[in-house]
């Protein structure tokens, strides 16, 4: 067991279903002793909330080597008080935010694969974004408490966004990746309608030059040269 006392929450992905039922989140942050940190799996009401800062006792987790993978202890037996593992310190005023972002916004993709990290922050320049046909009808799954919830897989619209990393991309072509954010999916799964669910990406300000933007991505266990979106972090300028 572990203690990170200074973690700064960055984003939060879209739940997924565990085998045994449980409705888990992606957590990631920053720990300025430790780097990034990604906590999984979390309870998708929690006190881990953008620019939170908490203190978490964490352990590795079995079946995610990742270097920056961690789990909270309790996360199996004690699911249901979780959150009493979790204690906020504090939170990130706008002024800070933005010197974080800044200060962080180095990476890029394919660095990112190279060095063998899997999580990072870069400053994208944002080139076209689209909902993609997933092919499949929506279905929705009941948790055991009794609510009705839709992992990604069971999305017929899955929103992509089209980028190169900035100053410098070492893609000859730009990424295309998944965007994943938990807020991007709630605004999804509340609208039935294609044109009401594409303005997720307004209310992302992908397009609007007054807000400077930045992508927290990190890749997937199983599939390490593969990165998503985790988290459109956006002010304005």
């Not at 085998?19 to 780097?35: F, H, N, P």
């Not at 279905?139 to 190169?164: A, C, D, E, N």
């Not at 400077?212 to 972090?233: C, D, P, Q, W």
Request: hydrophobic share 35%; net charge positive.
């Amino acid at each position: 067991m572990e203690e990170i006392n200074d973690l700064i929450i960055l984003g939060r992905s879209w739940p997924e279903l565990l085998r045994d039922g449980r409705y888990s989140v992606c957590t990631a942050g920053y720990s300025k002793e430790r780097g990034f940190i990604r906590i999984y799996p979390t309870r998708i009401y929690s006190p881990l909330k953008a620019w939170n800062i908490v203190n978490v006792c964490v352990e590795r987790n079995s079946s995610d080597t990742r270097k920056e993978s961690w789990k909270i202890v309790g996360s199996k037996n004690e699911w249901d008080n979780l959150d009493k593992n979790i204690k906020v310190i504090g939170s990130l005023e706008r002024a800070e935010r933005i010197n974080l972002l800044r200060k962080l916004s180095t990476d890029s993709t394919e660095n990112l694969r190279s060095m063998g990290r899997t999580l990072g922050l870069v400053k994208p320049e944002i080139i076209s974004w689209v909902l993609k046909d997933a092919g499949i009808e929506p279905s929705i799954q009941t948790t055991l408490t009794g609510m009705k919830l839709k992992t990604k897989k069971h999305f017929k619209s899955k929103p992509y966004v089209k980028y190169r990393c900035l100053p410098n991309c070492g893609s000859k072509q730009p990424h295309d990746q998944q965007l994943i954010e938990f807020g991007a999916y709630m605004w999804i799964n509340k609208h039935t309608s294609k044109s009401d669910q594409e303005k997720v990406f307004d209310n992302l300000r992908l397009g609007d030059k007054a807000w400077e933007k930045y992508f927290l991505v990190g890749n997937l266990a199983h599939k390490r040269k593969t990165f998503m979106i985790i988290s459109v972090m956006r002010f304005k300028k």
